[in-house]
Each structure stands twice: as C-alpha cells, then as structure tokens.
C-alpha cells in the first residue's frame, strides 16, 4: 500500500548512543517533515525538507541531524541521545501545491524511542 | 508566533450525544487549518483542510467550521468507534503545520 514507512517501530537506547530513524515515501511527494509527540504538547516540528537535497529547521531542532539524499528517504539521526528525547516520532510527506493542502500531509505510524 | 489551542483537553460523551471541539489560532496570514483524527498507537490521519471564514467541510458525523479567529469540529450523534484524539494544525506559509495539543474523545455506549 503506498504511504509513509517509519522503521524502526520501537527502539530503546541508551544515553549518549546514536541512532538513526529512517522514513520512506512512495508517493512522489517533494516534502518530508519529521514532528515529535509529547504528551500534553502536541505535535512539534524538528526538521523539514522541501526537495532532494534540501533539509530546513523546525520548532525543535537541537540535537537532531537529517539528511534527504534521494526523494523517498527522510532520515533523521540522533547523534547522541538524551532521556529528553525521549519520545514518539513522526514522519510526514505532502506534494507540492494546492493537491498538498486539499489532501493533507501524510503520517506514518511513528517510532517510539525510549532514551535511558 | 503561531499558536493554536484546542479545548476541552479531554470530552466524554455518551453515544448519540453530539458536542463540538474547539480550536483557536493565532496565525498572521492563514493559508489552511487542518483536523486530524488520530488513534492509539497510529499516526495522525487526514480530516479536513479549511481555508477560509465560513467555509464547512462534512464527512459522516463531523462537521467541520472555521471563523477568523477559531474552528470548531461538530460531533453528531457519535458512535463509539469515534473515540479518537483530534488534532488541530494550521500552516501560515505552507511549509509546515503548526498543531495544537489535541482533544481526547471518548464515546460510551
């Protein structure tokens, strides 16, 4: 079924380990964000990407890497991880254009991280 | 800086009751509101997109409305199985949303 991918689903690490959390899209969408969920707080933006090669700041992009080298792939890294970040984790893609807003950007299923 | 507020934090309702969500916003030029419905463990799913005062969107039991100031999510006659979080977002430039901390609904039968 076409959509978002998230792997992995569940992950628990240990303080200071790194990690990268990988998304991947077939539906051709130029734009990739990926949001954290806390509870109480909602969803909040770490980094975005408008295109191949691009990749731009959100609301909470401190100790967060990402890189999109192909299209389809979001990735977001965790170089050294911190029980603050802690959380669930959530990729999303939308295509360019009024389609994009008229249809909604698109969620996969998450990937709840547990630092310790 | 946009900020979008959501009330009541959490609504029970008996099935058959209809109530309605709040969702308030402060954004300078609105390009586009958007509701999601998300369940337990699954990721945000697509409502609605709202895009300017006075326009309605519908689809089964929701209604969705929008002002200048806020937007409004009409439950009527739920089920349970529309027991859910919803999610308000809005987008001001287009790149990104913005949400809210989301209602929690629970429907008893």
């Known amino acids: 079924n076409a959509g978002v991918t998230q792997t992995p689903k569940f992950r628990v690490l240990k303080t200071g380990q790194s990690m990268t959390l990988l998304c991947a899209q077939d539906m051709n969408h130029e734009y990739m964000y990926w949001y954290r969920q806390d509870p109480g707080m909602g969803l909040r933006l770490i980094h975005y990407s408008v295109g191949e090669g691009t990749t731009a700041k959100g609301e909470v992009p401190d100790g967060y890497n990402v890189s999109r080298l192909k299209k389809q792939n979001f990735l977001l890294g965790l170089e050294s991880a911190a029980p603050s970040q802690t959380s669930v984790y959530f990729c999303a893609s939308r295509p360019t254009g009024q389609f994009g807003f008229n249809y909604g950007y698109t969620f996969g299923s998450g990937t709840r991280l547990t630092v310790v | 800086e946009d900020q979008v507020t959501q009330s009541p934090e959490a609504l029970r309702l008996q099935e058959g009751e209809s109530s309605s969500l709040n969702c308030s916003y402060t954004?300078?030029?609105?390009?586009?509101l958007f509701w999601y419905r998300q369940d337990p463990g699954k990721g945000p799913e697509f409502l609605f997109t709202?895009?300017?005062a006075g326009e309605e969107k519908e689809k089964e039991r929701l209604k969705a409305t929008l002002t200048k100031k806020e937007s409004f999510l009409h439950i009527t006659a739920p089920k349970p199985e529309d027991s859910a979080t919803y999610l308000c977002?809005?987008?001001?430039?287009?790149?990104?949303?913005?949400f809210g901390a989301g209602t929690i609904l629970r429907v008893k039968s």
């Open positions: 709202l895009y300017s």
């Open positions: 977002a809005v987008t001001e430039y287009g790149n990104k949303l913005v």
């Open positions: 954004v300078s030029g609105l390009r586009g």
